[in-house]
């Protein structure tokens, strides 16, 4: 599976930003799928997940209420729509695949990555 992650760009505090995840193969409807970000001089950090159906999803606390994680597996992509964007969204954001069935959170178990899409927002 080869994922690449685009929709990044510079918006203003409060804008709003929708992020895709486009994957090549034809398993990918059977991976979960994760959002994670890394800010300079931070560590990686989980953003939100969803499961291969997409009937679950998961946020980080710091992003519950402004972000929302969809798929659609008939086009091989996962969004994820970004509302309310805060000067500490500012990150590179990755998404990850995985046949992982619990412990959304944790990169461990992802197995395929894209490159990064960079989201800048202003104050």
């Known amino acids: 599976v080869q994922l690449q992650a685009s929709g990044g760009g510079l918006v203003q505090a409060g804008g709003s930003l929708r992020l895709s995840c486009a994957a090549s193969?034809?398993?990918?409807?059977?991976?979960?799928v994760g959002w994670f970000r890394q800010a300079p001089g931070k560590e990686r950090e989980f953003v939100a997940a969803?499961?291969?159906?997409?009937?679950?999803?998961y946020y980080a606390d710091s992003v519950k209420g402004r972000f929302t994680i969809s798929r659609d597996n008939a086009k091989n992509t996962v969004y994820l729509q970004m509302n309310g964007l805060k000067p500490e969204d500012t990150a590179v954001y990755y998404c990850?695949?995985?046949?992982?069935?619990?412990?959304?959170?944790?990169?461990?178990?992802?197995?395929?990555w894209g490159q990064g899409t960079q989201v800048t927002v202003s104050s």
């Open positions: 990850a695949a995985g046949r992982k069935y619990s412990d959304y959170a944790n990169a461990i178990g992802y197995d395929y």
């Open positions: 193969g034809r398993t990918f409807s059977s991976y979960a």
């Open positions: 969803t499961t291969w159906s997409g009937a679950f999803t």
